[in-house]
């Protein structure tokens, strides 16, 4: 997506941010208001032309990953009502609506500029992730107030990547079969989020519901990102197999380049990961429920601004083997951000990506103990947008 685009997303946010009625012309507030504006009430926090200050450890608003990681409602809303836990301060009493309009879209263009940025490495956190998933595990990532996103994931689990006759023929397994799941995630509030995810009949037809929870974040000045989410799922379409899950996500930005993540997850009554041999309900069994505790540890690195290497690993220290998991999951790959988008594409020992499914393997999916070694990976990739 090229700046010009990312700029015409950002008028058509601040248009509707500014309640025009229906009929009106739709147009964004001309940057060039907003400069004169920013440089009398923003420019001693932040800089001239937005390049940040050090010693407030404000952001350098030219930078593409401060652009990438910030949507036009986000923005608009940190101008109006300030940013918890820091200096800035919210202009909602002091500006009219179209003044902070005029403010937003000056620093949204600012992100046009080529000049070279990082001139202040301590004023974000490292690396955001576009959606909620680095390629199994969850981010945690804090969702808009009343925004909505969609999030396509495919495992292309019953075929290996490397291993085989023809797999360059193959596209190392991405024209095979796959596992597509899908599913929705709302901002109830800031910090307060529920979701539904669904996995296709090849992998129990499960249905998943979530409740998540955001206690602090770390673009509030908080040390961490911490997350608690609730969730249940239940095999053919939530008709049986319910099993319920708690997880934490913690997560800390390590310098300006990388992000580490821990989640640990206790599952009650988790069931084996299996494939059925049929659509029909009476395809997909009644198998016995374990409980059982697995922490995810995951790693990213930020080679581009808006570019990012990224692995992870979820070793389950109970009851792992009833379950058929033999080696602990762990995928890895790359990861692209764009304005509202998010690609990741890599290769995994796990088909899984509910919460129940994600630390399970090839090995108990296939039935075959020696399925989830490395050289037994396979392709997968998610997609993320937000859609408002």
Same mark, same amino acid.
């Given at each position: 997506?090229?700046?010009? $685009?990312?700029?015409?997303?950002?008028?058509?946010?601040?248009?509707?941010?500014?309640?025009?009625?229906?009929?009106?012309? +739709?147009?964004?507030?001309?940057?060039?208001?907003?400069?004169?504006?920013?440089?009398?009430?923003?420019?001693?926090?932040?800089?001239?032309?937005?390049?940040?200050?050090?010693?407030?450890?404000?952001?350098?608003?030219?930078?593409?990953?401060?652009?990438? #990681?910030?949507?036009?409602?986000?923005?608009?809303?940190?101008?109006?009502?300030? &940013?918890?836990?820091?200096?800035?301060?919210?202009?909602?009493?002091?500006?009219?609506?179209?003044? $902070?309009?005029?403010?937003?879209?000056?620093?949204?263009?600012?992100?046009?500029?080529?000049?070279?940025?990082?001139?202040?490495?301590e004023?974000?956190?490292?690396?955001?992730?576009?959606?909620?998933?680095?390629?199994?595990?969850?981010?945690?990532?804090?969702?808009?107030?009343?925004?909505?996103?969609?999030?396509?994931?495919?495992?292309?689990?019953?075929?290996?990547?490397? #291993?085989?006759?023809?797999?360059?023929?193959?596209?190392?397994?991405?024209?095979?079969?796959?596992?597509?799941?899908?599913?929705?995630?709302?901002?109830?509030?800031?910090?307060? #989020?529920?979701a539904?995810?669904? %996995?296709?009949?090849?992998?129990?037809?499960p249905?998943q519901?979530?409740?998540?929870?955001?206690?602090?974040?770390?673009?509030?000045?908080?040390?961490?990102?911490?997350?608690?989410?609730? #969730?249940?799922?239940?095999?053919?379409?939530?008709?049986?197999?319910h099993?319920?899950?708690?997880?934490? $996500?913690?997560?800390?930005?390590?310098?300006?380049?990388?992000?580490?993540?821990? +989640?640990?997850?206790?599952?009650?009554?988790?069931r084996?990961?299996?494939?059925?041999?049929?659509?029909?309900?009476?395809? $997909?069994?009644?198998?016995?429920?374990?409980?059982?505790?697995s922490?995810?540890?995951?790693? +990213?690195?930020?080679?581009?601004?808006?570019?990012?290497?990224?692995?992870?690993?979820i070793?389950?220290?109970?009851?792992?083997?009833?379950?058929?998991?033999?080696?602990?999951?762990?995928?890895?790959?790359?990861? &692209? &951000?764009?304005?509202?988008? %998010?690609?990741?594409?890599?290769?995994?020992?796990?088909?899984?990506?509910? +919460?129940?499914?994600?630390?399970?393997?090839?090995?108990?999916?296939?039935?075959?103990?020696?399925?989830?070694?490395?050289?037994?990976?396979?392709?997968?990739?998610?997609?993320?947008?937000?859609?408002?």
């Open positions: 997506m090229t700046r010009s $685009i990312l700029l015409l997303s950002a008028a058509a946010a601040m248009a509707s941010w500014a309640n025009q009625p229906q009929g009106a012309a +739709v147009s964004a507030p001309a940057p060039a208001e907003g400069a004169a504006i920013f440089e009398r009430e923003c420019a001693k926090c932040h800089g001239p032309g937005g390049k940040g200050v050090p010693e407030f450890k404000t952001p350098d608003f030219t930078d593409a990953k401060f652009q990438a #990681s910030i949507s036009d409602e986000r923005m608009i809303a940190v101008i109006k009502n300030g &940013k918890k836990g820091t200096l800035m301060q919210g202009f909602a009493k002091k500006l009219p609506s179209r003044a $902070i309009l005029q403010v937003a879209a000056y620093v949204r263009s600012l992100g046009a500029s080529d000049t070279p940025s990082s001139s202040n490495p004023a974000e956190p490292a690396y955001f992730a576009g959606d909620d998933l680095l390629f199994s595990l969850p981010t945690g990532r804090r969702l808009e107030r009343h925004g909505l996103y969609v999030n396509f994931t495919h495992r292309f689990a019953f075929d290996t990547s490397f #291993s085989g006759p023809a797999r360059g023929a193959a596209l190392g397994g991405l024209e095979g079969f796959s596992l597509s799941s899908f599913g929705f995630r709302y901002g109830i509030t800031h910090k307060l #989020s529920a539904a995810f669904r %996995s296709p009949t090849f992998i129990g037809r249905i519901l979530m409740l998540g929870y955001n206690f602090t974040d770390e673009e509030d000045g908080a040390p961490l990102n911490t997350v608690l989410r609730y #969730s249940a799922e239940g095999h053919d379409n939530f008709s049986k197999n099993s319920h899950h708690i997880e934490g $996500i913690i997560s800390r930005s390590i310098g300006t380049r990388a992000q580490i993540y821990a +989640v640990p997850t206790i599952s009650f009554n988790n084996r990961l299996f494939s059925p041999g049929g659509f029909r309900s009476r395809d $997909i069994p009644d198998l016995p429920g374990f409980n059982t505790f922490v995810g540890f995951a790693a +990213v690195v930020d080679i581009r601004p808006t570019f990012a290497i990224l692995a992870e690993i070793p389950t220290f109970v009851n792992g083997r009833p379950l058929g998991i033999h080696r602990p999951a762990f995928s890895f790959g790359i990861q &692209k &951000k764009i304005h509202r988008h %998010s690609f990741t594409i890599g290769f995994t020992n796990s088909p899984g990506t509910t +919460v129940g499914q994600r630390s399970s393997t090839r090995a108990a999916f296939l039935g075959n103990p020696s399925a989830d070694t490395f050289r037994n990976i396979s392709l997968g990739f998610n997609l993320s947008r937000q859609l408002f």
